[in-house]
Nanobody, 120 residues
Framework: QVQLVESGGGLVQAGGSLRLSCAAS????MGWFRQAPGKEREFVAA????????YTADSVKGRFTIFRDNAKNTVYLQMNSLKAEDTAIYYCAAGDLLYYSNFERDYDYWGQGTQVTVSS
């Protein structure tokens, strides 16, 4: 059973920064998704198993960075210049695939979610 443990969410003012982390019980391709109130879950960023390739959604490109520490099987999402519209529950996901993916169906395991609230 793969376990994903997320941390780092919280309340921050617009323009501020937060770093989310997700520790996995193994080596996987990892992704971050988010779901805002009343909206469908959407892709944020993904990182290949090796960490050599990343893909970031246009809505957060230039503000969010995904990176990983393979020695710790942990992926991070550094979020800078946060906006009110970034408010959402952020989910970490892990998939047994070689490359990154922005599709939910490619991920087999999901974290419990962590709330990020950006006040304007």
């Amino acid at each position: 059973q793969v376990q994903l443990v997320e941390s780092g969410g919280g309340l921050v003012q617009a323009g501020g920064s937060l770093r989310l982390s997700c520790a996995a019980s193994g080596s996987y391709t990892m992704g971050w998704f988010r779901q805002a109130p009343g909206k469908e879950r959407e892709f944020v960023a993904a990182n290949s198993r090796t960490g050599m390739s990343t893909y970031t959604a246009d809505s957060v490109k230039g503000r969010f960075t995904i990176f990983r520490d393979n020695a710790k099987n942990t992926v991070y999402l550094q979020m800078n210049s946060l906006k009110a519209e970034d408010t959402a529950i952020y989910y970490c996901a892990a998939g047994d695939l070689l490359y990154y993916s922005n599709f939910e169906r490619d991920y087999d395991y999901w974290g419990q979610g962590t709330q990020v609230t950006v006040s304007s």
